[in-house]
């Protein structure tokens, strides 16, 4: 079973930045897409970034291009979002998720983390 762990989330002021990280416990990593989603409060969950299985195809929402990176490392399981310049709209729980596909990943997910906490005062 895929199993995902993130990790990197906290609270940072307006303007700062965080890298965010995910752990896949499989060994077949380099065979799923991933990408990132977040659900602020009283909002529906949406699609923030995602990778193809090689690295080489990403794609961003409207929202935070420009300023978060989306990037893996295949020999260590792990996925990551660099996410600069933060403002407090940015605010959410953060998760991470897998599925066989960049076109998959980004619309119905298989596998997903538990989510880590981001917050940015103003």
């Known amino acids: 079973q895929v199993q995902l762990v993130e990790s990197g989330g906290g609270l940072v002021q307006a303007g700062g930045s965080l890298r965010l990280s995910c752990t896949a416990s499989?060994?077949?990593?380099?065979?799923?897409?991933m990408a990132w989603f977040r659900q602020a409060p009283g909002k529906e969950r949406e699609s923030v970034a995602a990778i193809s299985t090689n690295g080489y195809s990403t794609t961003y929402a409207h929202s935070v291009k420009g300023r978060f990176t989306i990037s893996r490392e295949n020999a260590k399981n792990t996925v990551y979002l660099q996410m600069n310049s933060l403002k407090p709209e940015d605010t959410a729980v953060y998760y991470c998720?897998?599925?066989?596909?960049?076109?998959?990943?980004?619309?119905?997910?298989?596998?997903w983390g538990q989510g880590t906490q981001v917050t940015v005062s103003s």
């Open positions: 499989i060994r077949t990593f380099s065979t799923y897409a």
């Open positions: 998720a897998g599925d066989s596909s960049l076109s998959m990943v980004v619309r119905a997910p298989a596998y």
